[in-house]
């Protein structure tokens, strides 16, 4: 099994940055996609940023483009999400993701999940 951990929400003005941290333990691929997905309330689970297991490709939801930054460190197991410029329209509970196989927008996609970490941005 493979478990993952976020941190690094929080709440920051509109404008502000955060940095979200996710560790995976347990059974893992050194060829896995990552992810972040994020929800709001009363919203569907959408798509934010993915990358390759190499770090070499990486995939931005059109709302996120410019402003947020996937990247992973394997040696770490760990995969990030610097977000810069942030909007109270991110406002929402973040969760990483990852998938034993290429990268996909729908969240049936994706395999493992974590318990989420909540963003709030204040106007």
């Known amino acids: 099994q493979v478990q993952l951990v976020e941190s690094g929400g929080g709440l920051v003005q509109a404008g502000g940055s955060l940095r979200l941290s996710c560790a995976a333990s347990?059974?893992?691929?050194?060829?896995?996609?990552m992810g972040w997905f994020r929800q709001a309330p009363g919203k569907e689970r959408e798509f934010v940023a993915a990358?390759?297991?190499?770090?070499?490709?990486?995939s931005y939801a059109d709302s996120v483009k410019g402003r947020f930054i996937i990247s992973r460190d394997n040696a770490k197991s760990t995969v990030y999400l610097q977000m810069d410029n942030l909007k109270p329209e991110d406002t929402a509970v973040y969760y990483c993701?990852?998938?034993?196989?290429?990268?996909?927008?729908?969240?049936?996609?994706?395999?493992?999940w974590g318990q989420g970490t909540q963003v709030t941005v204040s106007s």
């Open positions: 990358v390759t297991w190499s770090g070499g490709s990486t």
């Open positions: 993701t990852t998938t034993p196989g290429s990268i996909r927008y729908g969240s049936s996609w994706w395999v493992y």
């Open positions: 347990g059974r893992t691929f050194s060829r896995d996609a």
